[in-house]
């Protein structure tokens, strides 16, 4: 795999600066991706205490497919910098990046799929952070978003309205032509709606309420699970599932989520639900890591207050150990 810097001979010149700025991008996106995974308790998710709902992977299963795949997120935002061209001319460079880094991921875990997702929105969300920051526009989530549409634009009409339904092979396909959902593909394109219009704002008002990292990222998990169409959900268990997950986040947010007692011990028990149900919403997980990472694209750090040394209060009970196995 060629991470090499690609030089452009039209209108950007690369330096040290270039370079800076590409690690910038891909280090806010792998943080995202590390955050997501190290939060807890998360319902139905592999969390560094619970295996979730899954019995082939678990928190250092993800630990070994992020360090596979993070050379992928600085070369996205490298390829977004380096781009003159419209943004949809990008994307086929973005995708043989993806390719590799998929390699990588399954060679790391055994051909475990633990962050295909996560890979493919971290690294249009990179490409879409540097072809922003080479324009010298301050790297506000909107203008990350609008640019990361600009990039994905027509990719639902290309990739699933053009499939052939009888043929359908993928899940996204097979999805999209047994439910009409368009997954992670129409959240890209549509420039993030569920991570501007959920996450993000709930991410932001536990953090401005001075809560620390762990229930900030939890309660935005929760909010995205209510507003997200978890494609990761609907293939597990159809509809019916779907709706249970959307309900159950949306009674979790009216007992005030992960920042209440009430909301905590709510979301303790949804877990256990979704592990006696099998279901597992690792979209709207893929989504927690774009929220983190596109606050840390906009704000470049978390406030002082959602450290532990100034919000030592536990955010949680203790590890289960009959939860890991």
Known sequence: MDFSPHLSTQTFAWDLETESTAWDIGSAVLSGV??????????????????????????????????????????????????????GALLPALRAIGRACDARLLEATHGVNTQRGALFVGGLLAAAGGRVARTNVPLSSQAVFTEAARIAAGLCARELEASDAA???????????????????????????????????ALRAALAAGH?????????????????????????????????????????????????????????????????????????????????????????RFPASSTVKANPIASGPAPDPRRMK
């Open 34 to 87: 590390l955050l997501e995974v190290s939060a807890h308790p998360k319902p139905g998710l592999v969390t560094p205490r619970s295996m979730g709902s899954h019995r082939d992977m678990d928190h250092q299963t993800f630990a070994l497919s992020s360090a596979a795949i993070a050379p992928g997120f600085f070369a996205c935002a490298r390829a977004g910098l380096v781009h003159a061209g419209e943004p």
């Open 167 to 201: 043929n359908a092979r993928t899940a996204g396909e097979i999805l999209f032509h047994r439910y009409g959902a368009t997954g992670v593909r129409g959240e890209v394109e549509a420039g993030f709606p569920t991570v501007s219009a959920h996450g993000l704002p």
């Open 212 to 300: 620390g990292l762990n229930r900030s990222l939890i309660h935005a998990l929760i909010a995205l699970i209510a507003g997200a169409e978890d494609t990761t959900v609907l293939w597990r268990g159809g509809v019916e599932a779907l709706a249970f997950m959307k309900d159950e986040a949306a009674r979790i947010l009216a007992l005030g989520g992960a920042l209440t007692d009430a909301g905590f011990a709510a979301i303790e028990r949804f877990d256990a639900a979704c592990v006696a149900r099998n279901l597992s919403p690792g979209g709207a997980a893929d989504l927690l890591a774009v929220t983190a990472a596109s606050h840390l694209l906009e704000a470049r």
